[in-house]
């Protein structure tokens, strides 16, 4: 889930929004080439971000349940860290959310007091924590190339903000009134901020957090209305066009494109996606040329991942190795502009390994 509401407008956009085009064929693709990575000695390994020159960012799991920082170069070659000042008791640790071009990484920590702190890791190694002032807790998910942060914030009172912290760390923060969580998750270039807002009786409402602080909700035209229903928009490009998921009356979830400028939503479900409460469509990511990945669940709880076209065109896909039974698959978390696609899928041995599927002929 991913965000006050004083002075927020609430757009309900009400354009025609169509359930997206044709489905893809692997005959009319040239066969996409995969590969699996795991980090030796990990329980299980999570790509979490993929930026322009093929570097991953994520993080694994050790034997005791500690999380650490990895970062994959595109030639395959891998390195590790931790955060100073991280836990390493089971849940704690250090884990890697976001990188941008220039290879800066975004994250948090959880201390052995098991409070959440950001960071910044430069790739000569340099590090900056930080807390948004006054929080209970501090978890970035997005930094973009100027970098800036988006993420979310915990307040003592068990609800959250969401923020974004310039490169210079001063902080903008959002919280809405009324709401149980405010969260921030994508951030682009012109510093504009997208996530959910989770009012405490009402759908969740997407949210645009612009740089000069202007705050607006959307939901998708076929959101549910109910409690724990609605919109969550998850990603932003440069030109602002956003991409997300809302859940329906059932909780089915459906993917979202939302036009730059918010001009209009396409809605869509991927080939194959359930239609059972907790089934469904779940955009995670979107380029410049607004080509969106993500991943389906089916009616049997087994994740496949997703890849739309500009032009509406949707191919699912399971990376090799994957697991075909409930809570297994493949889950296509992060995509750059050439349209590479990275993720974790889930094994048959319920142990998660990083892949990354590059188009044919590249």
Excluded: W
Excluded at 13 to 22: D, K, N, Q, W
Excluded at 85 to 102: D, K, L
């Amino acid at each position: 889930m991913k965000k006050s509401l004083a002075g927020l407008g609430l757009c309900f956009l009400v354009s025609a929004a169509a359930f997206a085009g044709s489905s893809l064929t692997a005959s009319s693709q040239p066969p996409a080439l995969y590969a699996a990575f795991s980090v030796p000695g990990a329980m299980s390994t999570f790509a979490t971000s993929i930026n322009n020159s093929g570097v991953i960012a994520g993080y694994y799991i050790d034997a005791n349940l500690v999380g650490h920082g990895m970062i994959r170069l595109a030639s395959g070659t891998m390195a590790t860290f931790d955060i100073p000042g991280a836990g390493s008791a089971p849940g704690e640790g250090t884990f890697a959310m976001s990188i941008n071009g220039s290879g800066n990484v975004s994250g948090f920590y959880n201390d052995a007091d098991f409070q959440y702190h950001g960071f910044l890791l430069t790739p000569g190694g340099a590090i900056t924590t930080f807390d948004v002032p006054g929080s209970a807790g501090t978890m970035p998910m997005s930094i973009n190339e100027a970098g800036s942060v988006a993420g979310y914030y915990n307040l003592p009172d068990g609800t959250s903000g969401g923020f974004v912290r310039q490169a210079d760390g001063a902080f903008a923060t959002l919280e809405s009134p009324g709401a149980m969580f405010t969260t921030l998750s994508g951030l682009n270039a012109a510093g504009t901020a997208v996530g959910t807002s989770g009012p405490s009786s009402a759908p969740y409402q997407g949210i645009l957090f612009t740089a000069s602080g202007i705050a607006t909700t959307f939901v998708a035209p076929d959101a549910g209305t109910n409690l724990n229903s609605g919109t969550e928009d998850i990603s932003i490009n440069l030109q602002g066009a956003t991409a997300g998921f809302y859940s329906d009356q059932n909780y089915v979830g459906h993917g979202f494109l939302r036009n730059a400028g918010g001009v209009g939503i396409t809605e869509f479900n991927a080939p194959g996606a359930g239609t059972v409460s907790g089934s469904g469509t779940f955009a995670q990511s979107i380029n410049a040329a607004d080509t969106i990945t993500g991943y389906i669940l089916d009616n049997n709880s087994v994740h496949y991942g997703f890849l739309r076209t500009s032009s509406g065109g949707i191919l699912t896909f399971a990376a090799p190795g994957a697991g075909a039974a409930s809570s297994q698959g493949t889950v296509a978390v992060t995509i750059n502009s050439s349209d590479v696609i990275a993720g974790y899928y889930i094994d048959s041995s319920q142990v998660a390994h990083g892949f990354v599927r590059t188009p044919g002929g590249q």
